[in-house]
Antibody, heavy 122, light 104 residues
Framework: VQLQESGPGLVRPSQTLSLICTVSGDPISSGAHYWNWIRHLPGRGLEWLGHIYYSGTTFYNPAFRSRVTFSIDTSASHFSLSLESVTAADTAIYYC???????????????WGRGTLVTVSS | YELTQPPSVSVSPGQTASIVCSGDELAGKFVSWYQQRPGQSPLLVLYEDNKRPSGIPDRFSGSASGNTATLTIRATQAMDEADYYCQAWDFSAVFGGGTKLTVL
């Protein structure tokens, strides 16, 4: 499987960050995986934003629930992230990742995209 | 919920490296470990405490007890030098702050 993030590398403060993750080599509609968004803040650690299932069911990290929306297009084999009202603190490398379905307490991320740097700046 | 890791660990080539991750009642939370080399994406090296994905050498092993989980790398090689992150679930997926493993 290959995952590839795409989207603008620069977003203005207060605007919406939008990214797409295109999946190849594995049917996104197989139902065997959760499709995740994770970010790596500069000089800091990793943050999980949440995941989406092929059916459109989502689970958001409570810390982002008010600002984040995921969507999925199984026919186009991609899923998307929208993060509203961004600030400089949202500057990060954004990754999409695949993990097996199952109880959330067993969640792990087995395959990752290469990541895309998004800078929030005016 | 917080996962705490030491910022750095050093090991000599061929020796065993241990990286500890601490969190409240961490045992039973099915800890995963990720390796991240500079400029690369994270790579899953262990999941559910001690399971290795396909392609990960058996030099990598894991355990969990009480409030800690441990990633052990036996016969450490120069290629193991990287940042390592633990991850578990507590109402959301949570990552530790990362440990820089230096092989020298």
């Amino acid at each position: 499987v290959q995952l590839q993030e795409s989207g603008p590398g620069l977003v203005r403060p207060s605007q919406t960050l939008s990214l797409i993750c295109t999946v190849s080599g594995d049917p996104i509609s197989s139902g065997a995986h959760y499709w995740n968004w994770i970010r790596h803040l500069p000089g800091r650690g990793l943050e999980w934003l949440g995941h989406i299932y092929y059916s459109g069911t989502t689970f958001y990290n409570p810390a982002f629930r008010s600002r984040v929306t995921f969507s999925i297009d199984t026919s186009a084999s991609h899923f998307s992230l929208s993060l509203e009202s961004v600030t400089a603190a949202d500057t990060a490398i954004y990754y999409c990742a695949r993990g097996p379905t199952g109880p959330n307490f067993r969640l792990s991320f087995h395959d990752w995209g290469r990541g895309t740097l998004v800078t929030v700046s005016s | 919920y917080e996962l705490t890791q030491p910022p750095s660990v050093s090991v000599s080539p061929g020796q065993t490296a241990s990286i500890v991750c601490s969190g409240d009642e961490l045992a039973g939370k099915f800890v995963s470990w990720y390796q991240q080399r500079p400029g690369q994406s994270p790579l899953l090296v262990l999941y559910e405490d001690n399971k290795r994905p396909s392609g990960i050498p058996d030099r990598f092993s894991g355990s969990a007890s009480g409030n800690t989980a441990t990633l052990t790398i036996r016969a450490t090689q120069a290629m193991d030098e990287a940042d390592y992150y633990c991850q578990a679930w507590d109402f959301s997926a949570v990552f530790g702050g990362g440990t820089k493993l230096t092989v020298l």
